[in-house]
């Protein structure tokens, strides 16, 4: 356990140091791509999504992206002409680890992420991990998920069997907490202050310190306005989804809305 830990640990502040060093990396995609190419991208973060939006937003190079379920967080992108890509489906399989009853206390997003990267599995080859009733489902790249079902048997102290899923996975998706209030205007801080429950100010600094997105798209400007059925994302906080923005504005002409988090 303390090896999958020590491994994880590594793994994320070597992550966070290259997060902002995508860029290069996506203008050699986009090159690749306008040469004709098909390109698959690996499973990325929301800030590398961002930047490598934002670099094909100024390209015209058609794309679109995956994560091999609904509302996916880590999602790997395909670029090159889009009458070229026919029927073909993203190269990702999901995966899934089936732990015995007694035990389920190994049954964690870190525990399973650590055993797969003490395998020797690179993070970005890995999508999202999503934990079930007795099992976890991991999306992989199709091309790794060979070596993981033939050498993936431990996890922590407890013994798991791994397979393709084949059917559609058995997951629940976790109800958000409901908050519903009036806002002054759809200003990103003002539905972050509302969802986080912290101070307008609290807010705009979190905004401002290149934490926050909105569609996977990286904000940082506190005055961006937020459209009905936005997700923000906040590094280390969660997640808040606009559900609903009424038409009908209170005694005091402020605007009805309706927030889901998942903090």
């Known amino acids: 356990m303390k090896v999958y ?25 986009i090159a690749q791509a306008q040469s004709g190419r098909r390109i698959y991208t690996d499973f990325l973060t929301p800030l590398e999504q961002s930047t490598l939006i934002a670099a094909l937003s100024k390209s015209g190079i058609d794309h679109d992206a995956s994560g091999g379920h609904y509302n996916a967080e880590r999602r790997m992108f395909r670029l090159g002409e889009r009458q070229s890509w026919d029927d073909d489906k993203f190269p990702i399989y999901t995966l899934k680890i089936v732990f015995y009853k007694q035990e389920l206390k190994y049954l964690t997003h870190r525990n399973v992420l650590g055993a797969l990267l003490a395998l020797g599995q690179n993070r970005s080859m890995i999508g999202d991990i999503l934990i079930g009733d007795m099992c976890a489902y991991v999306f992989v790249l199709s091309h790794k998920s060979e070596y993981i079902l033939a050498n993936l048997t431990d996890i922590g102290r407890a013994h798991v069997s791994v397979s393709i899923a084949i059917s559609d996975i058995d997951y629940a998706h976790p109800a958000g907490t409901i908050r519903k209030s009036t806002l002054a205007s759809l200003r990103l801080d003002s539905v ?6 912290i101070s307008r100010q609290k807010a ?18 506190p005055g961006k306005e937020v459209s009905q059925g936005s997700v923000i994302s906040v590094r280390k906080h969660g997640r808040i989804v606009l559900r609903e923005v009424s038409s009908k504005s209170s005694k005091k002409n402020r605007t009805w ?3 889901e988090c998942f903090l």
């Open 5 to 29: 830990l020590r491994i994880f640990m590594r793994w994320y502040k070597i992550n966070l140091m290259k997060q902002n060093d995508y860029l290069p990396r996506a203008t050699d995609l």
């Open 192 to 197: 972050l202050a509302l969802g986080l429950s």
């Open 204 to 221: 705009s600094e979190l905004v401002k310190s290149e934490v926050v997105f909105i569609d996977h798209v990286l904000q940082s400007k």
């Open 257 to 259: 809305v309706e927030l």
